[in-house]
């Protein structure tokens, strides 16, 4: 503490030493600067089917991490056996795509084959890890679910995504 007051304390003295002298606050091409600020995107879908949602981002962005979260994954039931198996070929995925642009991203699926499966083999998430996929302005982005020709027999309910990503803004449009 007594070192903090003692810089502040110098910090004012060398200002008052020399008031004439102002400090820069900001550079002269402030408004032409480029700023980035990160933000999410999150969807709560209480059965995972079809389309998700649709975004249409008004500047561009760039996703750097995709995380799907779910009260029940995505899994196969068996009737004939009794047995409760992950979905495979393929994986159910989460796809982002603007029809140019296309990421897939594993949605939680069960982890193993079972009769009986417990409340936390039940419960699931997934995260893509630090990605970077860009995407252009004012072309929708769809969240779409995936399981075509997968052994999936239940979609996963409750589930929340998650979109991480970046975007690029100028200062102009920050302060008008």
């Known amino acids: 503490m007594k070192t903090f007051v003692a810089a502040a304390l110098f910090a004012i003295s060398a200002f008052a030493a020399n008031s004439t002298k102002t400090p820069t606050i900001a550079p002269a091409n402030l408004p032409n600067a480029r700023m980035e600020y990160s ?10 089917n079809a389309i998700v949602s649709k975004w249409s981002p008004s500047r561009p962005v760039v996703i750097t991490r995709v995380q799907v979260s779910a009260q029940t994954v995505f899994l196969n039931y ?34 193993s084959t079972t009769i009986s499966p417990t409340a936390s083999e039940l419960t699931g998430s997934s995260d893509s890890g630090v990605v970077r996929i860009p995407f252009a302005p004012g072309r929708p982005i769809s969240l779409k679910f995936s399981y075509d020709g997968s052994t999936c027999s239940s979609p996963g309910s409750e589930l929340n995504i998650n979109v991480q990503y970046t ?5 102009e449009e920050q302060n008008p």
Request: aromatic content about 6%; charged content about 5%.
């Open 39 to 48: 933000a999410n995107y999150n969807v709560r879908v209480p059965i995972g």
């Open 78 to 111: 068996d009737r004939l056996t009794g047995t409760y198996s992950p979905c495979s070929s393929p994986t159910p995925q989460l796809l982002l795509s603007n029809g140019t642009v296309s990421f897939a991203h594993n949605l939680p699926n069960l982890a």
């Open 167 to 171: 975007a690029v803004m100028q200062q």
